[in-house]
C-alpha cells in the first residue's frame, strides 16, 4: 500500500490535557468534565487511568446534552412525543372549526418543532421573531385587491399564531418538567447563574467546537465566574488562516468573548504541519470503497490496529465494511450501531403496513406474495407459501380477498393468515395487536433455530411495537393505520442494534460525530463526495435563509464549518490518511469528490506527502460469442420424438429465427415461467379473438355464410369476447384500467371483422367455409431421414371463395403485402424477417395438401386485425427482378415450397449438424 509513517508516543488531545490539569492544582476527582459526547467521555476515563499513578475517584463525565439537562432541571423528550404534545397544545389554541386532524398536522408540525428547537437553542426573542416571519410571508402575498381571499386570510392567519403555538407547548412541558433539546438548552442558560451559587466545583470543557447561544452564554458564565476551564482544540495552522472553514467559530469566540479580551488564549497546537502521508483514493461505487478499505487493513500489523480509526461517511457502508474486514483483524469496536430499520424482518412489518393502509377488501397479488413469501415467514409457512403462489399464477388471480388466502392453508395456519391478511378496518389498535400476534409466532420459529441476531432484531421490533402502543393509549390522536405508519418510521429510523465489543481495543469503526475530541494515528475516511461530507444544503425549516441571518441563525455554510472541523481535526493528530470517494454518479450523487480532498491538494503542506490513486477494478471483457450445441444422441432421440409427433409451423420458424430457442423451447421443453398476468398480454387477446371467431364459425362448417349468420354473429360479440376473456385471462371482470381498454380493443377487433365479412357477402362473394381451427397431423415423406417426419397445424380457417380454394390465418398484429411476397425459394427457410408469414401459410396449404382435401389451384394468405383496410393479404411469388406477381398457389408452388422444406427438417434431423445460435432482433411479432 506503499509509504507508512511509523510514530510511536502519539499523545491524544484528551491525554494532553489531563496531564496539564495534573500539573495544576487541582484535585482531578473532584472536576466535573463536560465532553461533547458519551464516548468522548469514556476516552477520558481510560486515559485517566492510564496516567494515574495512584488510585483516584474517577470524576464527574457528562456529556453536553447531560450538562444542561442537570442545569435545566427538565427531563429531555423525543422528536416523537413532542409532536403529540405539540397537537395538544395546537388544539388549545384552535377552534374546532379550523383545527387540522393530527395526518396533516404532522406535514407541517415536524418542521416547526425544528424551528422551535433552533430558536431557543440560539436564545432568541419567539415574539418579535415570530411577529417579523408574519410580516415577511404578508408582504410575499401582497396584492392589487383590497380584500384578501378566504385562503390566504386563512394561510397569514397561521403565521400571526406561531407565537401562540410556541406558548402554548413551552408552557405545558415546562409545568410536566420536560423538554426539547432547545427548550432545556434555554432554560440552562435562564438558570446558569443560580446553578454556579449552588455549586462550587470546577467545570473542564473539552473539545468544543461550534456552540449555541445558549452554551456560549453558559461557558462565558462559568468561565468568569472562575469556576470553568475550556480546552478548545485548535491547530494554528487554521487560527492563523482567518478564511480556513475549521476555526471559523473558535476563532470568533477568542476574539468576541470578554473572558477572552482579557485572558488571551495561547494554548494553540501545532501538529497538522507535521509529518503526514496522506492517500486520496478514487474507488467506483460503494462496495468498491468497502473492498478497498479491507485491502487497506490488510498491509497494518495488530499494533497499527491498536490506534485505527474507520470513520464512514454513510451508515450504508457499515454491513459491506463488516463484510470486507480481513480476517487477520481480531478486535474490532462498532460505535455506530446497526441500523433496526436495515432489518431483513422491518421489510416485513413495511409490507403489512403498506398493505392494511389501502383500506381493501381485496388485495393485489404481488403484495400478498410480497407477505407470504417473505423470509421470515419461509421457515413457518414451509411448502404452503409456493402452493400459494403456484395458485395465483395458474389461476391468473391479480386480485385476492382475505377468505381466498385462508382457503389456500391448513387450518393450523389461519390464526397467522388472519393476523396477516384479516382486513383491520383502519382500527390501529386491531392492527397493533396483529404485529404483536406475529411477532410471538416468530419469535417461537427463531428460537427452534436458534437464531439469536433474528430474536435481537425482534426484541426491537417487539419494544417499538409496545412503544407505539402506549404512545395511542397516551395521546388518542392516531385515527388511521396510514398515520400510525408515519410515527412507526420515524421510531424504527432512531433505533439501532448496539455492537458488543471492548471499547478501546482493536480497530474502532465510527461515524464522523463519534469521532469528536479522539485521535488516532491511522485514519481512514470513506464517502468524502459532495453531498455526504460535507452534507450539504437541506431546507427543513419554515425560516428563510435571510431571517437566519438576521438573527445568527446556522446557516448551511454554519453546518458545512461544523464538518470541516471534524474532517481537519481528524486529520491534525493522525499521520497516516487514506481518503476514500465514490467515483461514480449513484441516485442522487454526483461522483463529485469533496471540496475537503479539492482544499487539501491546494493547501499542499510541505510536510504531507499527498499521493493521488484511481482504483479500477480489472473488469474482464467478455467475448460475445454465439453458442453452439452438439446434437448428443439424448438430443437425437428427443428430436426423433418431436418428428413423429410432427413439426408444427410455429416450431419450424422458431429454429429459422434462432435454432437455440429451437433447441430450448422445443427440444429441452424449457417453457417461460407462469407468470400473472396483470395486463392483458397481446398473445392472450390474439387467444380471445381466435377462440371467439371458432365459437361462432365451428357450427357452420360445410354451409354457405349468409347476411343472416354474420348479423347474427355481431349480436352475440359482446356475450362471445367475455366468455373467451373468462376462459383464457381472468374470471375477474375487466372493468378499468388498461384491461378495459384492451377489452374493448377485442370487441372492436371482432365486429370489425364481422362487418368485413359482411361487405364480403353483400358484395356476392359466396363464402363456403370447409374448416375451422382444425388440427393436422400428417406423415411428411422425407428421404433422407430414416424415422418417420409428421407435419401438425392448427389451420384457422379454410373456405371456398366463389369456389376457389382459400386458406386464411388470422393475425391481431399488424401484417402487410410484402410480407407474404417471395421471389428466392432458397431463402424462405433463411430469413425470418422476410419470410415468415410466407413460409407459415405455405405450411398450412402443405398440411391440407397433404390431407388430400385441397383441390389447386388455391390461395392462401393473412387477414391482419390490425390492417383491415387492405384486406385479405395473399400470399404471392414473384420472379426476381419482375414486377409481375402470381397469387395462385400451384401443385409446383407446394413442391419448390416442400424441397425448402424438406432441407430444412433434414438440417434439424441431421446429427452432425449442431444448433448455432443466431443474434435476432427484439421483435414482438404478431399472433
Known amino acids: 500500500m506503499g509509504r507508512f509513517i511509523y510514530f510511536r508516543g502519539m499523545e491524544s488531545f484528551i491525554r494532553e490535557v489531563l496531564l496539564n490539569l495534573q500539573k495544576s492544582s487541582h484535585n482531578l476527582s473532584d472536576i466535573v468534565f463536560i465532553l461533547p459526547s458519551k464516548r468522548a467521555g469514556s476516552y477520558l476515563l481510560k486515559e485517566l487511568s492510564a496516567i494515574s499513578e495512584v488510585n483516584v475517584f474517577a470524576p464527574t463525565v457528562l456529556s453536553i446534552e447531560e450538562f444542561t439537562e442537570e442545569i435545566s432541571g427538565l427531563q429531555s423528550i423525543d422528536n ?47 415574539r418579535s421573531f415570530f411577529n417579523y416571519l408574519s410580516g415577511i410571508q404578508d408582504i410575499n402575498h401582497w396584492y392589487l385587491q383590497d380584500e384578501k381571499t378566504e385562503l390566504i386570510k386563512r394561510y397569514l392567519a397561521f403565521w400571526k399564531k406561531l407565537p401562540d403555538y410556541y406558548e402554548g407547548l413551552r408552557d405545558q412541558l415546562l409545568a410536566k418538567e420536560q423538554g426539547y433539546q432547545g427548550l432545556i438548552y434555554r432554560k440552562a442558560a435562564e438558570n446558569i447563574e443560580n446553578y454556579t451559587r449552588q455549586n462550587q466545583s470546577h467545570h473542564v470543557f473539552i473539545g468544543f467546537n461550534a456552540l449555541n447561544a445558549s452554551e456560549q452564554l453558559i461557558l462565558q458564565h462559568l468561565l468568569e465566574s472562575g469556576k470553568s476551564h475550556v480546552f478548545w482544540d485548535i491547530d494554528e495552522t487554521f487560527y492563523k488562516d482567518r478564511s480556513h472553514g475549521a476555526s471559523m467559530f473558535l476563532r470568533k469566540y477568542l476574539n468576541d468573548w470578554k473572558y477572552y479580551q482579557k485572558y488571551p488564549y495561547k494554548e494553540f497546537t501545532n501538529q497538522f504541519s507535521e509529518e503526514k502521508n496522506i492517500k486520496l483514493i478514487g474507488v467506483p461505487k460503494n462496495i468498491g470503497q468497502a473492498k478497498y478499505l479491507g485491502e487497506i487493513l490488510s498491509d497494518l500489523d495488530m499494533e497499527q490496529l491498536e490506534n485505527t480509526a474507520v470513520v464512514l461517511g454513510e451508515e450504508e457502508l457499515l454491513l459491506p465494511v463488516l463484510n470486507s474486514l480481513p480476517s487477520s483483524i481480531k478486535d474490532l469496536n462498532i460505535t455506530m450501531g446497526f441500523p433496526v430499520k436495515n432489518a431483513p424482518v422491518n421489510s416485513l412489518f413495511e409490507a403489512l403496513f403498506q398493505l392494511h393502509m389501502a383500506k381493501t377488501e381485496s388485495f393485489y397479488f404481488k403484495e400478498v406474495i410480497q407477505i407470504a413469501h417473505h423470509p421470515s415467514l419461509q421457515s413457518i409457512l414451509k411448502e404452503h407459501s409456493e402452493n400459494l403462489i403456484a395458485q395465483i399464477h395458474s389461476e391468473n388471480l391479480v386480485y385476492l380477498d382475505y377468505k381466498r388466502i385462508l382457503g389456500m392453508f391448513p387450518e393450523e395456519f ?91 481495543k482493536g480497530l474502532q469503526l465510527m461515524g464522523m460525530l463519534e469521532s469528536r475530541a479522539l485521535d488516532f494515528e491511522t485514519v481512514i475516511i470513506t464517502s468524502l463526495n459532495e453531498g455526504v461530507l460535507p452534507a450539504g444544503k437541506s431546507d427543513n425549516s419554515f425560516i428563510p435563509y435571510d431571517l437566519k441571518q438576521q438573527y445568527q441563525l446556522p446557516t448551511y455554510k454554519e453546518k458545512d464549518a461544523v464538518y470541516t472541523y471534524h474532517f481537519y481535526r481528524l ?69 426423433r ?48 379473438v381466435h377462440n371467439s371467431l371458432e365459437s361462432l364459425y365451428k357450427p357452420y362448417e360445410g354451409k354457405i355464410i349468409t347476411e343472416e349468420i354474420i348479423l347474427n354473429f355481431l349480436s352475440q360479440v359482446e356475450v362471445q369476447i367475455a366468455t373467451e376473456f373468462s376462459n383464457s385471462y381472468s374470471k375477474t371482470p375487466l372493468d378499468k384500467g388498461k384491461n378495459l381498454l384492451i377489452y374493448e380493443v377485442a370487441k372492436r377487433y371482432l365486429q370489425n371483422f364481422l362487418k368485413f365479412e359482411l361487405q364480403r357477402v353483400k358484395a ?29 397445424g392448427k389451420v384457422d380457417r379454410y373456405e371456398l371463395l366463389n369456389g ?43 398440411l391440407l395438401s397433404l390431407e388430400k382435401h385441397l383441390k389447386f389451384p388455391a390461395e ?21 427482378g419482375s414486377r409481375n406477381k402470381d397469387s395462385l398457389i400451384t401443385e409446383e408452388t407446394l413442391s419448390l415450397f416442400q424441397a425448402e422444406l424438406k432441407k430444412l427438417i433434414v438440417e434439424i434431423c441431421n446429427p452432425e449438424v449442431p444448433f448455432i445460435e443466431k443474434e435476432v432482433k427484439k421483435n414482438h411479432g404478431s399472433f
Open 571 to 639: 486529520l491534525q493528530r493522525a499521520k497516516n490518511v487514506y481518503l476514500l470517494y465514490n467515483t461514480e454518479a449513484e441516485g442522487l450523487n454526483s461522483g463529485e469528490k469533496s471540496r475537503f480532498i479539492t482544499q487539501l491538494e491546494v493547501e499542499n503542506q510541505n510536510s504531507h506527502t499527498l499521493e493521488n490513486i484511481l482504483v479500477n477494478p480489472k473488469v474482464p471483457v467478455l467475448g460475445a460469442e454465439l453458442k453452439e450445441i452438439k446434437k448428443t444422441p439424448e438430443i437425437m432421440a428427443r428430436i
Open 641 to 688: 420424438s418431436l418428428a413423429s409427433s410432427g413439426f408444427s409451423p410455429s416450431a419450424l420458424t422458431t429454429y429459422i429465427r434462432n435454432p437455440l430457442d429451437f433447441y430450448i423451447q422445443y427440444v429441452l421443453g424449457i417453457k417461460d415461467q407462469d407468470e400473472v398476468e396483470e395486463t392483458v398480454a397481446f398473445n392472450t387477446l390474439g387467444t380471445v
Open 764 to 792: 356476392g362473394q359466396e363464402i363456403k367455409i370447409e374448416q375451422i381451427e382444425t388440427d393436422l397431423n400428417i406423415p411428411f415423406e422425407i428421404k433422407n431421414i430414416d424415422f418417420p417426419v409428421n407435419l401438425r
Open 860 to 880: 392462401a394468405g393473412i387477414l391482419s386485425f390490425k390492417n383491415l383496410k387492405s384486406g385479405f393479404l395473399k400470399f404471392e411469388k414473384k420472379e426476381n
Open 80 to 126: 416523537t412525543i413532542s409532536l403529540f404534545e405539540f397537537y395538544e397544545a395546537y388544539k388549545n389554541q384552535t377552534s374546532k372549526e379550523e383545527r387540522e386532524d393530527f395526518e396533516t398536522f404532522i406535514s407541517w408540525a415536524q418542521s416547526l418543532i425544528h424551528d422551535f428547537n433552533e430558536i431557543d437553542r440560539y436564545l432568541i426573542d419567539y
Open 804 to 846: 376457389m380454394p382459400t386458406i386464411i390465418d388470422y393475425k391481431t398484429g399488424r401484417v402487410e403485402n410484402y410480407h407474404l411476397n417471395v421471389t428466392e425459394w432458397e431463402e424462405i427457410t433463411k430469413d425470418y424477417e422476410k419470410y415468415s408469414k410466407s413460409f407459415q401459410v405455405l405450411t398450412y396449404t402443405s
Open 414 to 504: 389461519h390464526g397467522l393468515i388472519k393476523s396477516l391478511f384479516k382486513s383491520k378496518k383502519d382500527s390501529i389498535d386491531e392492527f397493533i395487536e396483529s404485529l404483536h400476534e406475529i411477532i410471538q409466532q416468530l419469535k417461537s420459529q427463531l428460537h427452534e433455530e436458534e437464531d439469536k441476531l433474528g430474536l435481537e432484531f425482534l426484541y426491537h421490533f417487539h419494544i417499538l411495537f409496545n412503544k407505539l402502543e402506549n404512545l395511542n393509549n397516551q395521546y388518542p390522536h392516531l385515527k388511521t393505520i396510514k398515520a400510525l405508519h408515519g410515527f412507526y418510521k420515524e421510531l424504527v429510523s432512531t433505533q439501532s442494534l448496539d455492537f458488543q465489543g471492548r471499547p478501546f
